[in-house]
T-cell receptor, first 115, second 112 residues
Framework: SAVISQKPSRDICQRGTSLTIQCQVD?????MFWYRQQPGQSLTLIAT?????????ESGFVIDKFPISRPNLTFSTLTVSNMSPEDSSIYLC????????????FGEGSRLTVL | RKEVEQDPGPFNVPEGATVAFNCTYS??????FFWYRQDCRKEPKLLMS???SGNEDGRFTAQLNRASQYISLLIRDSKLSDSATYLC?????????????FGSGTRLLVRP
């Protein structure tokens, strides 16, 4: 298993500003992911955070809007840039450990409200 | 069409009831299947994997029908603590890694 700490746990931001979310894992992991969960919706994968290289973004998500850093195997950040109310969502960091390809461990999420 | 579809519910059942959730997926090449549980304002957590032969874990039984691209979760003797959203998750191999696709979830409310 893995213990994941995310911060901030919640924030209220003004339109046009940017917010960086941090994700710290208690062990070294190869695969780290960033998901978004909009109100009443399920999880949508934003990108895979690759250590030592650029993140791999899913369709509909771009680096300019969601820059990601992964400086080492235990830490990653996601920035939500130039925010609009449509960015209001829960952002979740997750990791995969071991050989079970279906088991993801999630942080508690960062609840973002953009006014 | 969504890649993973679930009935959103809510399913409102009394304690002790048996309830079943269904899920369909569109990618016939999907390889692995899972049920996650998400409590209100909490992160999702793996409930159980779904195996081709079907599998049981206590009061929970999962079934897979590859021909119909259909997954189910049966909960027997429902407890108040079972109230949560149940997410159907499908894993497909993409290049050299696996990608998990989450359904939108089925909400269960168990009443006293």
């Amino acid at each position: 298993s893995a213990v994941i700490s995310q911060k901030p746990s919640r924030d209220i931001c003004q339109r046009g500003t940017s917010l960086t979310i941090q994700c710290q894992v208690d062990s070294q992991v190869t695969m780290m992911f960033w998901y978004r969960q909009q109100p009443g919706q399920s999880l949508t994968l934003i990108a895979t955070a690759n250590q030592g290289s650029e993140a791999t973004y899913e369709s509909g998500f771009v680096i300019d809007k969601f820059p990601i850093s992964r400086p080492n195997l235990t830490f990653s950040t996601l920035t939500v840039s130039n925010m609009s109310p449509e960015d209001s969502s829960i952002y979740l960091c997750s990791v995969r450990t071991g050989l079970n390809t279906g088991e993801l461990f999630f942080g508690e999420g960062s609840r973002l409200t953009v006014l | 069409r969504k890649e993973v579809e679930q009935d959103p519910g809510p399913f409102n059942v009394p304690e002790g009831a048996t309830v079943a959730f269904n899920c369909t997926y569109s990618n016939s090449a999907s390889q692995s299947f899972f049920w996650y549980r998400q409590d209100c304002r909490k992160e999702p957590k793996l409930l159980m994997s779904v195996y081709s032969s079907g599998n049981e874990d206590g009061r929970f039984t999962a079934q897979l029908n590859r021909a119909s691209q259909y997954i189910s979760l049966l909960i027997r003797d429902s407890k108040l603590s079972d109230s949560a959203t149940y997410l159907c998750v499908v894993s497909s191999r993409m290049d050299s890694s696996y990608k998990l696709i989450f359904g939108s979830g089925t909400r269960l409310l168990v009443r006293p």
